[in-house]
């Protein structure tokens, strides 16, 4: 969605791949990511995946600022709210 891909190829689901190898190049737990670590993760295989699809011309190129702006438009920050005990 970030990178109006117009397709999906081999390369881009590499690129999210190595993302998630290259963070837990020195992990010694399993392949899941620590909660906490999901949002930043999220973002570096998005960017990934968009520097892939632009290289092969299935989405249209960007600048830094331009990225920011659609991460800004479409990132979910997730708002809880106060959960109190019953009684």
Known sequence: VLSRATGVSDRMLMSAARAVADHHADAVSGVLPELGEVP?????IARAVAE???????????SDDEWADRVDLQRWVPEYGTVRPAG
Do not use: K, Y
């Open 52 to 62: 892939a699809a632009v290289a092969e011309d299935l989405a249209p190129p960007f």
């Open 40 to 44: 930043e993760l999220s973002l570096s």
